[in-house]
């Protein structure tokens, strides 16, 4: 025999292949089971620290968003929304006054009642138009072309009786 197979011989527990040393099964599952929650540890300290900073940054983008952006358009919409109301309230007013007025120049109740309800049909055109203008304002409430052409609208309607009056009290 030669030294090689000597040494083979005296080690072979050493090349055994077929069976693992007593307790391996035991020494490979601690080993497992420490690596796994060693690695199960990292990776929920790096999901919150992850977490941390995305809400962090979605904090502060929300806030400059706010503080640029949303915070002038809102206090503009605000003060063009109660300006059109007082508006619109000042030339409601003027409408029923006007009506009022065509009633007290014409010559009997059948004619005013007459007038009256032309005055009311064409007033009803306009009241539609204001109605999809009001409609457009609401969409886009910074939108100056809309607030005018409805105050244009408002005017129009105070013409209109004007020119109703102007006629009836000339008769």
């Given at each position: 025999m030669s030294v090689l197979e000597d040494k083979i011989r005296k080690n072979s527990e050493h090349y055994d292949v077929h069976e693992p040393e007593e307790g391996h099964f035991d020494r490979f599952a601690t080993r497992l089971d420490q690596e796994f929650h060693v690695k199960e540890r990292k990776?929920?300290?790096i999901n919150w620290r992850a977490a941390a900073a995305v809400i962090l940054i979605a904090g502060l983008?929300?806030?400059?968003?706010?503080?640029?952006?949303g915070q002038n358009?809102?206090?503009?919409?605000?003060e063009m929304s109660d300006e059109l109301t007082s508006v619109m309230d000042h030339y409601n007013r003027l409408t029923d006054?006007?009506?009022?007025?065509?009633s007290s120049c014409a010559a009997s109740d059948e004619?005013?009642?007459?007038?009256?309800?032309?005055a009311r049909v064409q007033l009803e055109e306009l009241?539609?138009?204001a109605a999809v203008l009001q409609e457009e304002l609401i969409k886009d409430e910074s939108n100056d072309r809309v607030y005018g052409a409805l105050v244009t609208n408002y005017r129009?309607?105070?013409k209109?009786?004007?020119?109703?009056i102007t006629k009836i009290c000339q008769l």
């Open positions: 990776s929920f300290r983008t929300g806030l400059l968003l706010f503080q640029y952006s358009s809102n206090i503009q919409a605000r006054q006007k009506l009022n007025d065509i004619e005013a009642e007459k007038i009256n309800e032309l009241e539609k138009d129009t309607r105070i209109l009786l004007d020119n109703i």
